[in-house]
């Protein structure tokens, strides 16, 4: 039914698939660190329309380094699976951060977009599954 050529082909795509969304992510994750610790204007004004304290900026800035780092970097699932959830927290936050204050739609949207090649990245790396502990097989009482 299922030749060798089609598992091939979906391997294959998922590698790519992961690889633009893991690549994407850690672009986007260290552009924004650079803004975050350069304290650019635009990002110090956006912290304090939303009530965070400007050394939120550096405390972002550095995770978000960090992060790209981690998600690039082969091995060390469970740091990639620290990365990815703080990742998620970052732009989850944000997210809610934006809709709370009544922002635009936009502003809600983009951390979401971004959330979306974070959560992608994630599903579709290859090393997903050794970050987990195996399961034990239920010892007899």
Do not use: C
């Not at 790519?16 to 110090?44: D, E, H, K, S």
């Not at 405390?59 to 990639?80: D, E, N, Y």
């Amino acid at each position: 039914m299922f030749d060798n050529h089609d598992t091939t082909t979906t391997t294959r795509t998922r590698k790519v698939l992961y690889w633009v969304a893991t690549v994407f992510t850690a672009f986007a994750f260290a552009a924004l660190a650079l803004a975050n610790l350069t304290r650019a204007p635009q990002v110090m004004a956006g912290l304090t329309r939303l009530g965070y304290p400007p050394i939120v900026a550096t405390i972002l800035g550095m995770w978000k380094v960090l992060g790209a780092i981690a998600i690039l970097i082969a091995g060390w699932p469970r740091l990639k699976e620290w990365a990815y959830a703080g990742m998620f927290f970052v732009l989850s936050g944000a997210a809610v951060s934006h809709a709370a204050h009544g922002d635009p739609f936009g502003n809600v949207l983009v951390p979401l977009v971004l959330l979306a090649f974070v959560m992608t990245s994630w599903g579709l790396q290859p090393a997903r599954n050794a970050a987990v502990a195996p399961q034990r097989a239920a010892q007899p009482a």
